[in-house]
């Protein structure tokens, strides 16, 4: 005969001792297999159940921590995405400062440009009054200019 677990062999003694009581007791032979048979069938659907219980609380247990897990995740997830709109927006300002920046400063050099206008179109239509008593004009082109003085 082969090796067996000691549970298993509990059970097989177990059996076997009520297979000689009831033969003791008179018993007959079928109705002691059939007894047997039907104290075997009620402790397999007692394992049976167990077992049933044992693996719905592995999964119960399993799924719980599946469903944490996805929790967390979510979280996490949904926390990421704040950061991201955060960041977002702070670079949209970050850009639009930087416009208004760079627009005011253009506005400021076309002042300036306009300003520079204004005081030579002035300075021209007044004939120079704006020039410092005593200054010396200096013509267009001054090489000529000097060419003239020399006597050349």
């Known amino acids: 005969m082969t090796d067996m677990p000691a549970s298993l062999s509990a ?27 039907d104290a075997l069938a009620d402790d397999a659907r007692a394992t049976r159940d167990v077992v049933s219980q044992d693996i719905r609380a592995l999964v ?11 929790r967390r995740q979510s979280d996490e997830a ?12 702070v670079s949209k300002r970050r850009a639009r400062d930087m416009r208004s920046a760079r ?6 050099l076309l002042l300036l440009q306009f300003l520079g206008t204004a005081v030579i179109a002035t300075a021209l239509v007044t004939g120079g ?24």
């Open 78 to 89: 949904s926390l990421l995405m704040t950061r991201i709109t955060i960041e977002l927006e």
């Open 103 to 108: 627009s005011r400063l253009i506005i400021a």
């Open 129 to 152: 009054a704006f020039t410092r008593p005593g200054a010396i004009d200096v013509p267009a082109n001054a090489s000529a200019t000097l060419c003239q003085h020399e006597g050349r």
């Open 60 to 70: 119960e247990a399993c799924l719980a921590r599946l469903d944490q897990r996805h």
């Open 11 to 37: 059970a097989v003694d177990r059996y076997a001792a009520l297979g000689r009581l009831l033969a003791a007791a008179g018993v007959p032979p079928a109705r002691t297999e059939q007894l047997i048979a």
